[in-house]
């Protein structure tokens, strides 16, 4: 099976290629990426805690879902699908802002990714994918706010980036 590919983008969101993605992650070459933000009727936030065995940042938590569109898909379109492959269900998405951000790992790779932060409402349970995700749960903005400045070894760097930038651009 060929290695999933991202779209490496210039600084205006303008593709400029495609590489596989672990190589775009050693290299740290930026390339476009989404975000998702599930609320429910509470306006709490569902939230993930990614697999024991995924190969970064394994057991930490993060936001609903997140991944990198395919050549020639829309932000929502990847958006839709991943939340499918991750969580087990689908529902309408709106794009919301997006930013550049850098968060290198322990294990060698960078993300450097320009990020589309992609709003959706549900509220049922997800069928997470174990391979994929560990646990899951609904946390309040301000709730995890104070968590995350609490206990930040529990959460992954991209999301504390992200969260961050969102809280902020809600908060206007």
């Not at 930026?30 to 998702?36: D, E, G, N, Y």
């Not at 057991?59 to 699908?81: F, K, V, Y």
């Not at 206990?151 to 992200?162: D, G, H, L, N």
């Amino acid at each position: 099976m060929e290695e999933e590919k991202v779209i490496l983008v210039n600084e205006r969101d303008e593709p400029i290629g495609l590489m596989p993605k672990m190589e775009a992650h050693e290299k740290a070459l930026l390339h476009r990426a989404f975000s998702v933000f599930i609320f429910n009727d509470e306006n709490e936030l569902m939230i993930q805690q990614r697999a024991l065995g995924k190969y970064h940042s394994p057991g930490l938590w993060a936001n609903t879902c997140c991944s990198h569109q395919r050549e020639g898909e829309t932000n929502i379109a990847a958006g839709m699908r991943r939340l499918q492959e991750e969580m087990g269900f689908t529902t309408s998405l709106e794009d919301s802002i997006s930013f550049i951000y850098k968060a290198p790992f322990d294990n060698g790779l960078t993300e450097h990714e320009f990020d589309h932060i992609l709003i959706g409402r549900y509220n049922q349970q997800p069928q997470p994918n174990p391979e994929e995700v560990h646990d899951w749960k609904w946390m309040g903005l301000e709730e995890i706010k104070a968590d995350m400045e609490a206990q930040p070894e529990k959460y992954t760097a991209w999301f504390k980036i992200i969260f961050d930038k969102y809280y902020k651009h809600i908060a206007q």
